[in-house]
Each structure stands twice: as structure tokens, then as C-alpha cells.
């Protein structure tokens, strides 16, 4: 079964400061990985989506990777800014198994 | 732009009163699914149509249903709210069964049984 870690649960740093935000999964045979933001009381809306045989993406000051042999990927955050203060989940999909996510990163991002 | 879209956004119900969410997308997509976030947890899937064929989760209540009268609009009905029905709900689409082009999820509506 798969399972989707994201260590730590929470973190508030300094405006300005470059973010590295991890997702662990124990099945590697990953179809594709996908980052969300979640504002509070809000939906979730979609950063990155990074396929199987991708190493990374990138979208404006957000950067994702992928390491599927060590079933790992890191959202890194660069110059951070107070609206980046969100929740971040990563999610996993395997095949045709349904959508696996983490349970998110809150983020503080403080002026 | 093509969006997925919840209403309403805050649903208060009574205990035991029957009520319906809503959802509607623009984006032609095949799969809609219905999630239930509850705080400070990960989004649970209750189930999912692809085209007209519904899928349920096997730990999915029989309290909750769902319709999907054609490929833009998609229900969520809980036939007799409890209180730990009180959640955030999330409508979401994909192209395709498998994901290849990612999820979209809409803006949820926070339901509150009284």
C-alpha cells in the first residue's frame, strides 16, 4: 500500500529565505507526482505536476524534483514571500490506484 | 478559464437533513471525483465517475451518493447528515483514469451539520 510522508508537518521561517519542502513515498512504480497548495478554507490548487520519467519541473520561483528510485521529491521555494503562507501537499498516483497525499506542510512565510 | 466549480461554498444543515453539493467543470474532462477533507488531514476519496460509470470507495458510507446527470455537472448527496459529516468537500476532475495531465480541483464547500 502506498504512503505518502511529509516531514515536518509545519515551518515558519523569515521572508526572503529559500524553501526546500520534502515528500517521501514507499512505492517507487510511481505513475506521476503532483504538488498542491491549500489555502485556508480553500480548495486545492495545482503547482507542479511531475510525470515518471521527469527529474523536475519548474513554474516562476517554484522548482520540483522527482527521485523515484529513493522515492523521493522536494518543492524548493525560492525567495520566499508572506503569500506563499499556505498548506503543501504532495499526492502520488500509481496506475490506475486512486490519488495518494500526503497530510501537507503548513507553511509561515513571516514579514 | 476553464475551471471546476463548487457551490455553495458554505453549506449549513440540520442534523438528519438531506443535502446536496454541487459541482460543475469546464474543462470536458471524463473523471470527476468527490473527496472529503476533514482539518488538518489529507483529502479522502469517496468516489469517482468516469464517463457514466460510478466507482465507489469501499469505505465510503451508504449515507453519501453521488449523480452525474452529464459530463459537466456532478452531486454529492448525504442523505441523513451526522455531525462527523462536518467537512470540507472537494470536487475534482482528470482527462483521463490514470492522471496523465494531473487533477483540478475546485474551491470546496465547507459543510457544518447543527
Known amino acids: 500500500k502506498q504512503e505518502v510522508t511529509q516531514i515536518p508537518a509545519a515551518l515558519s521561517v523569515p521572508e526572503g529565505e529559500n524553501l526546500v519542502l520534502n515528500c517521501s513515498f514507499t512505492d517507487s512504480a510511481i505513475y506521476n507526482l503532483q504538488w498542491f497548495r491549500q489555502d485556508p478554507g480553500k480548495g486545492l490548487t495545482s503547482l507542479l505536476l511531475?510525470?515518471?520519467?521527469?527529474r523536475e519541473q519548474t513554474s516562476g520561483r517554484l522548482n520540483a524534483s522527482l527521485d523515484k528510485s529513493s522515492g523521493r521529491s522536494t518543492l524548493y521555494i525560492a525567495a520566499s514571500q508572506p503569500g506563499d503562507s499556505a498548506t503543501y501537499l504532495c499526492a502520488v498516483r500509481r496506475g490506475s490506484e486512486k490519488l495518494v497525499f500526503g497530510k501537507g506542510m503548513k507553511l509561515t512565510v513571516n514579514p | 478559464d476553464a475551471m471546476v466549480i463548487q457551490n455553495p461554498r458554505y453549506q449549513v444543515t440540520q442534523f438528519g437533513k438531506p443535502v446536496t453539493l454541487s459541482c460543475s467543470q469546464t474543462l470536458n474532462h471524463n473523471v470527476m471525483y468527490w473527496y472529503q477533507q476533514k482539518s488538518s488531514q489529507a483529502p479522502k476519496l469517496l468516489f469517482h465517475?468516469?464517463?457514466?460509470?460510478?466507482?465507489n470507495e469501499a469505505d465510503t458510507p451508504d449515507n453519501f451518493q453521488s449523480r452525474r446527470p452529464n459530463t459537466s455537472f456532478c452531486f454529492l448527496d448525504i442523505r441523513s447528515p451526522g455531525l462527523g459529516d462536518a467537512a470540507m468537500y472537494l470536487c475534482?476532475?482528470?482527462?483521463?483514469?490514470?492522471?496523465?495531465?494531473?487533477?483540478?480541483f475546485g474551491s470546496g464547500t465547507r459543510l457544518t451539520v447543527v
Open positions: 511531475i510525470q515518471s520519467s521527469q
Open positions: 475534482a476532475t482528470s482527462r483521463d483514469l490514470v492522471g496523465t495531465y494531473g487533477y483540478t
Open positions: 465517475y468516469y464517463d457514466k460509470d460510478f466507482n
